[in-house]
């Protein structure tokens, strides 16, 4: 009930009608509040309900990142930010990041620095202390394009555009996920921001910004400041119209051209840029450095290379097709992906157009208002400032990964806030603005929307009358009785929309649906299936058979669970039957962890002491990879 109250509480400030607007243009600003009002510079006046709004999002969107954040184990790539956070209590070495003791630099330190902090929250090392960064880098994320949009356009859209990008399947996944993916995210929305915010002021806000991007590149790696940078410096390029970067570019003398490029990059090519560049520089190798200093090693340093610029021109792993993103967005943003054709339609339809009615420039170069937002359009050239900043947001981000010789499907996550917008302006721009192709791919997105919502029922029924062997042995839906709730809830709501439709009751019941399902997913789904994973349950089981013995514990050709282990000192690894026969001749070893591939590599007298749980639904691989303890015979 609770959720549903601040879900009626956030749509309320967002069905009212408001004129929307365009800023950011160059030479323009926003009309003069009524008097009686304040003003914000820069800003309208935010209605009260509509503040209201923003707010009951940013709490919708704390449950659903922190609600039962720790009741799951830690699964795959979750253990690097765990182990190397739990190594450093142990060892106090905070620049020199290892995994069972061997040094582990593919990431810079800030992201495993927040994992420590986190611990004061949580009081010990354990799951919810690695995801909380993530989590709450996932909040931060969603109010930052709040603001952002409503620097652009309105609160409305903004509001809007962060509830898509909360609750767009994969970025809410990876919010939950150990990583410092989320922190890139929102790294990258507070530089755009700064920029946003400050486009035509002289000023030292872009020491803010470059520091701020020295942080987030902190977290995982150089996109800090690569990605604002891109997006900034093609922005300022393309803001007067593709013809006139062209005329600029192609034609006249050298110097002509450079002395162009660097006014329209004022914000970069200035005496505070040295200052800021310097300062971010110092800021981010500043770590290095001092890991260097303390370890002798300057191997921190070759992993920035290595896993920034090595892994994009000449990937050594992660290789992908160069169509991958195109389909992956689709599969990152869903469910609210099914509209992104028609923002994309909708945005690229107003190029050579712009709403003569917004703001007009008097010939003393002063802005005045005009005639009212929804009346016809005049060609002109170029696009609006706002949609030019969001599409070349969207597509330097799609060409920036797609161009990566090294590609996942989650490396773009990034694009989401940009995508988030263009969705959320189809919902908040009035019916007329709306071409014939625009309201069929909406309405082409809704039927599939709910399409798969009335399929998913499905999910219901068992395993065995839907799959073949061996996933029609995978166990049934937990607490079926809360899915049905959420489906019945989610159909009555489409309903809702089909009986009365418009823009704003699709809006209403694809987002009570894709909530209260995400909510059931990450809050109760996901965390039950825990039974059904072994890894932390073969390593209690290890600590118990060892008894009080963790120096005569060993590893052949895998690492070893060590989080769950929670040893003090390293488990010795052995890659060779020739070096681990060596150290049990001299006594050192008398459990072996192997994985079940490799048990009948060992030619030693062993047997089977405890191992990893299988089921039947688990591929051959799967099983292969599964753990076992040997315990070897006297």
């Not at 960064?133 to 809007?160: E, F, K, W």
């Not at 959320?424 to 039927?447: C, M, N, Q, Y």
Request: aromatic share 14%.
């Amino acid at each position: 009930m609770l959720v549903l109250r601040l879900f009626a509480l956030m749509t309320r400030g967002l069905v009212r009608n408001q004129n929307a607007r365009l800023i950011s243009n160059t030479h323009s600003r926003p009309p003069e509040p009524p008097s009686g009002q304040s003003e914000v510079p820069g800003q309208y006046p935010v209605a009260l309900s509509e503040g209201w709004g923003m707010a009951a999002v940013l709490l919708l969107t704390a449950i659903l990142y922190f609600v039962s954040l720790g009741t799951r184990a830690l699964w795959a790539s979750e253990f690097r930010w765990a182990e190397i956070a739990r190594e450093m209590l142990l060892t106090h070495h905070y620049f020199w990041p290892t995994i069972n003791g061997r040094v582990y630099f593919d990431k810079p330190l800030g992201s495993y620095w927040l994992v420590l902090v986190s611990t004061l929250i949580t009081g010990r090392m354990d799951e919810a202390a690695t995801r909380i960064p993530a989590a709450a880098a996932g909040v931060l994320s969603t109010a930052l394009l709040i603001l952002l949009a409503r620097r652009l356009y309105d609160l409305r859209t903004g509001t809007i555009a962060g509830f898509i990008l909360a609750t767009s399947f994969s970025f809410a996944f990876w919010a939950r996920t150990a990583s410092a993916d989320i922190e890139t995210v929102a790294g990258e929305l507070a530089a755009l921001l700064i920029f946003a915010n400050n486009r035509n002021r002289d000023g030292w806000w872009v020491v803010a910004m470059w520091l701020l991007m020295a942080v987030t590149s902190m977290m995982k790696g150089l996109l800090g400041f690569v990605l604002p940078t891109l997006v900034i410096g093609f922005y300022c390029c393309v803001v007067d119209g593709w013809s006139e970067l062209r005329r600029h570019l192609m034609y006249g003398p050298l110097a002509s051209r450079i002395h162009w490029l660097i006014e329209q990059n004022r914000w970069f090519f200035n005496r505070r840029t040295i200052v800021a560049v310097g300062l971010a520089g110092a800021l981010y190798f500043a770590p290095f450095v001092i890991s260097s200093a303390i370890t002798g090693s300057s191997k921190g340093i070759y992993m920035v290379y290595r896993e920034n610029v090595e892994r994009y021109f000449a990937p050594f792993d992660h290789r992908g097709p160069i169509y991958l993103y195109a389909f992956a967005i689709f599969e990152l943003m869903a469910p609210w992906s099914v509209f992104l054709p028609a923002g994309l339609v909708y945005a690229h339809s107003r190029a050579g157009q712009v709403r003569r009615s917004t703001l007009t420039l008097n010939t003393a170069g002063q802005a005045s208002q005009a005639k009212e937002w929804d009346k016809d359009l005049e060609p002109v050239e170029g696009l609006p400032a706002s949609d030019t900043f969001v599409l070349v947001f969207f597509w330097t981000i799609f060409v920036f990964f797609t161009l990566s010789g090294s590609r996942r499907s989650y490396y773009i996550l990034p694009i989401l806030p940009a995508a988030s917008i263009l969705v959320a302006r189809i919902f908040v721009v009035s019916e007329r603005s709306l071409s014939a192709a625009v309201r069929w791919l909406l309405k082409l997105g809704f039927g599939l929307t709910v399409s798969v919502l009335v399929l998913s029922i499905v999910a219901l029924l068992p395993a065995r009358l839907l799959l073949p062997p061996p996933y029609a042995f995978f166990p049934s839906l937990p607490r079926r009785w809360i899915f049905a709730g959420c489906w019945v809830i989610g159909i009555s709501s489409v309903a809702y929309a089909c009986v009365g439709y418009s823009r704003r009751r699709i809006l209403f019941s694809v987002g009570l649906a894709t909530y209260l399902l995400l909510s059931y997913v990450f809050i109760l789904a996901i965390p039950a299936g825990d039974q059904w994973r072994g890894e932390k349950r073969f390593a209690d089981m290890t600590r118990h058979l060892i008894d009080g013995h963790p120096d005569e514990l060993a590893s052949f050709k895998v690492q070893p669970p060590v989080f769950y282990l929670g040893l003090l000192k390293p488990v010795p690894e052995y890659d060779t039957l020739r070096e681990l026969a060596s150290a049990i001749r001299l006594g050192q070893v008398r459990w072996v962890i192997v994985r079940r591939r490799d048990v009948s590599r060992l030619t030693l007298p062993a047997s089977e002491a405890t191992f990893e749980a299988s089921y039947p639904w688990d591929s051959r691989e799967h099983r292969g990879n599964a753990l076992v303890l040997m315990r070897l015979e006297p």
